[in-house]
């Protein structure tokens, strides 16, 4: 049972460039969402999914953009990249809204 | 807003013993969850404990369990028997209840900004 995973874990990109993060879910739930955690904020929601085709922001979107086409993938793009976004990405996914959400193991993003 | 304060950045104890780590919120909602996550090196976010607003029992999940006083919206994390696997950042999250209409958007998770906890053998 493979649950939430991330790809990449590391990930290292230069200011400008175009970096997608992938999140996929083998459990078919239907809302997920995206974290940054970042040193002294804790986790903060970029962007969150209801259902596919479905997406709406969070606190801290400005730079990202997510799509949802299917189901188990949520992919999270940085349009191009700056050195504020390097921080460690989480994936998450819940049934309900009122579910306790699971958490994948993150990515570690690191803009130069 | 809610917010969620986790004063103390870093806390120790000693093997097998007691400790207890504090969390405030603060919110005008009547019903909403708390959470205790729980991040080691490796860095995934594991769920410890959860707590419902309505409930005035307090959760308790093996070692783990939770002093939550509705009116000074506290709501502090007891571990006892500290094991060497408990070492780890933890979080403080809370979510807000919904009602009849609930979104992604009132289901998000608002994190403190976490302690790190070491045990000493």
């Known amino acids: 049972d493979a649950g939430i995973t991330q790809s990449p874990r590391y990930k290292i990109t230069e200011t400008g460039r175009q970096v997608t993060l992938m999140c996929h879910q083998t459990?078919?739930?239907?809302?997920m969402f995206w974290y940054r955690q970042d040193l002294g904020h804790g986790l903060r929601l970029i962007y969150y999914?209801?259902?596919?085709?479905?997406?709406d922001k969070g606190e801290v979107p400005d730079g990202y953009v997510v799509s949802r086409s299917k189901t188990e993938n949520f992919p999270l793009t940085l349009e191009s990249a700056t050195r504020s976004q390097t921080s460690v990405y989480f994936c998450?996914?819940?049934?309900?809204?009122?579910?306790?959400?699971?958490f994948g193991p993150g990515t570690r993003l690191t803009v130069l | 807003a809610q917010t969620v304060t986790q004063s103390q950045p870093e806390m120790s104890v000693q093997e097998a013993e007691t400790v207890t780590l504090s969390c405030t919120y603060d919110t005008s909602e009547s019903d909403y969850y708390l959470f205790w996550y729980k991040q080691p090196p490796s860095r995934q976010m594991i769920l410890v404990i959860r707590q419902e607003a309505y409930k005035q029992q307090n959760a308790t999940e093996n070692r783990f369990s939770v002093n939550f006083q509705k009116a000074a919206k506290s709501f502090s994390l007891k571990i006892s028997d500290s094991q060497l696997g408990d070492a780890a950042m933890y979080f403080c999250a809370y979510r807000t209840r919904g009602g009849f209409y609930y979104t992604g958007a009132n289901s998000k998770l608002t994190f403190g900004k976490g302690i790190t906890l070491s045990v000493r053998p």
């Open positions: 459990w078919s739930h239907s809302y």
């Open positions: 999914s209801a259902a596919a085709d479905i997406t």
């Open positions: 998450a996914s819940s049934v309900y809204p009122e579910d306790t959400q699971y």
